[in-house]
């Protein structure tokens, strides 16, 4: 489709044709029209769908890559803790710096050592904070925004996908000078024309100032929690570490792994912390009372 927004349409198609939606395609499709965005799309996605429940082999058949004489390989996601921490320093390198990914490596490096001393043969908690911790170093901001669309690979993605001339339009809610939804209170998008790749170029060279008092972005509401969130995390695996045990071993990797549940940007993502927040809490009873932490394991 060209587009990871028809995921949501495929989905769609592929619940309908399993059964799960009591309403009928003509009337599904119907919908479709009526909201005018991007209808053939929407249709042709809802109906890819459709067949991918009915014959998925086919479908897989029909979109894999042609032999051309040459090997086609896709990357496998990282699994193992090494590849994990390979992969994120690389992120946090081109996010920010070397001494970000540094600062990365050695958190995971002391979770590593600890959990192998303390419980030897296991590595579910450095798996757990060399995912966790890197989400959270590297939360979306204004710099990565304008990183990932000046980089060379953006331009790339869109000459591969788009044929002929063409116009972009960006749709964003800058945190400094958007609007608020007065019913709400969320910040409301405005369309930005093609100069904004400019400002992105701009912007993204300034990505160093991040977190330091010179970013005037991390002054915000949003960035001060993102940070705080960071050092709250750095703080929970300390004390983690401090009484590891195979008794509470699986517990540290549930904790560990809470960041796992904050997606999003914007409201979205204050809404999935508010959960995170309580079941992080839930969890550190546990953890501080050890006779909480022994009934729950019998």
């Not at 921490?85 to 600890?114: F, M, P, W």
């Not at 989400?135 to 996908?161: I, M, N, P, W």
Request: hydrophobic share 45%; aromatic share 10%.
């Amino acid at each position: 489709m060209g587009d990871s927004i028809a995921t949501n349409l495929f989905m769609l198609g592929y619940a309908y044709q399993r059964g799960l939606i009591p309403i009928g395609d003509e009337a599904l499709e119907r919908a479709i029209e009526l909201n005018g965005t991007a209808v053939p799309m929407n249709i042709g996605a809802f109906r890819w769908g459709r067949r991918a429940a009915a014959d998925r082999a086919a479908v897989e058949l029909l979109v894999a890559p042609q032999a051309t004489g040459n090997i086609v390989t896709f990357a496998r996601a990282p699994k193992t803790v090494d590849e994990i921490v390979a992969s994120r320093i690389k992120h946090l390198t081109g996010y920010q710096n070397a001494a970000l990914a540094e600062r990365y490596r050695a958190l995971v490096d002391r979770v590593r050592a600890i959990e192998q001393r303390d419980i030897p043969g296991q590595t579910a908690l450095a798996e757990a904070v060399a995912r966790n911790y890197a989400k959270l170093l590297a939360y979306k901001d204004e710099y990565e925004v304008a990183r990932l669309f000046t980089e060379a690979g953006f331009a790339a993605q869109l000459g591969s996908q788009i044929e002929g001339d063409f116009r972009l339009k960006f749709h964003l809610a800058p945190p400094l000078f958007a609007a608020r939804d007065p019913k709400t209170g969320h910040l409301l998008k405005q369309e930005f024309g093609p100069w904004m790749l400019q400002a992105f170029r701009l912007l993204a060279r300034f990505k160093a100032l991040r977190g330091t008092a010179f970013d005037p972005f991390g002054y915000t509401a949003e960035r001060k929690q993102e940070q705080a969130l960071i050092r709250e995390y750095e703080g929970l695996i300390d004390e983690l570490l401090t009484s590891l045990s195979l008794v509470n071993h699986s517990l540290a990797v549930k904790l560990a792994a809470i960041p796992e549940d904050i997606r999003g940007y914007g409201h979205v993502k204050e809404s999935h912390l508010v959960k995170a927040r309580h079941k992080w809490d839930d969890l550190l009873v546990q953890w501080r009372n050890p006779a909480v932490l022994k009934q729950a394991a019998e």
